[in-house]
């Protein structure tokens, strides 16, 4: 069975940085592409940053050169360096896996909150 457990989300202040990190447990199943979603209130869930199985990322333009997404294969690991945090960063981070080139599954999602 695919576990996902999230770290790493708190309140830090404008300006400021975080690391989240999600890491799959189980076995028996191979993982592809890995990626960090959020949800703020009254707003639907976004894809913040994916990476493939190859390394090769792609970053929604809020984010990018602020943001860095990474993957540690020998540990089924992904992280998410977050820079230059804004208040409009503020919500609720949910990793996601695809494994076995179908299936999707999601971390229990971690706030993160940002003070002006």
């Known amino acids: 069975q695919v576990q996902l457990v999230e770290s790493g989300g708190g309140l830090v202040q404008a300006g400021g940085s975080l690391r989240l990190s999600c890491t799959v447990s189980?076995?028996?199943?191979?993982?592809?592409?890995m990626g960090w979603y959020r949800q703020a209130p009254g707003k639907q869930r976004e894809l913040v940053a994916g990476?493939?199985?190859?390394?090769?990322?792609n970053y929604a333009d809020s984010v990018k050169g602020r943001f860095t997404i990474s993957r540690d294969n020998a540990i089924n690991t992904q992280y998410l360096q977050m820079n230059s945090l804004k208040p409009e960063d503020t919500a609720v981070y949910y990793c996601?896996?695809?494994?076995?080139?179908?299936?999707?599954?999601w971390g229990q999602g971690t706030q993160v909150t940002v003070s002006s």
């Open positions: 990476i493939t199985s190859g390394g090769r990322t």
């Open positions: 189980g076995s028996g199943f191979s993982i592809n592409g």
């Open positions: 996601n896996v695809r494994v076995n080139l179908h299936f999707d599954y």
